[in-house]
Nanobody
């Protein structure tokens, strides 16, 4: 079975940091791109970042560029999203997803999704 397990969310003050993890299993990790998406209350889900495991190419949304770093551990089949200088507007449920098309924020191109992890940033 394919599994993506997102974890690492929590409550943090503005300016703080969090590291989200997406542990995966059940598919050939190196052949997939992993994306992070988030959905804030009352808003549509948006792409935050992604990494293509084959060449480690990455993408960051403008809203998080410079504050977020995505990385991949092939041995552990886990993707990390290091977030710093967090803002209240970063509050959302964060999801990870896996797809073979490449690094993209187009949700429809992802094959597998994990459950979300809540990130709450207080002002």
């Amino acid at each position: 079975d394919v599994q993506l397990q997102a974890s690492g969310g929590g409550l943090v003050q503005a300016g703080g940091s969090l590291r989200l993890s997406c542990a995966t299993s059940g598919f050939t990790f190196e052949n997939y791109a992993i994306g992070w998406f988030r959905q804030a209350p009352g808003k549509e889900r948006e792409g935050v970042s992604c990494i293509r495991n084959s060449d480690r190419s990455t993408y960051y949304a403008d809203s998080v560029k410079g504050r977020v770093t995505i990385s991949s551990d092939n041995a552990k089949k886990t993707i990390y999203l290091q977030m710093s200088s967090l803002k209240p507007e970063d509050t959302a449920v964060y999801y990870c997803a896996a797809g073979t098309i490449g690094c993209t924020v187009i949700e429809e191109l992802y094959d597998f999704w994990g459950q979300g992890t809540q990130v709450t940033v207080s002002s």
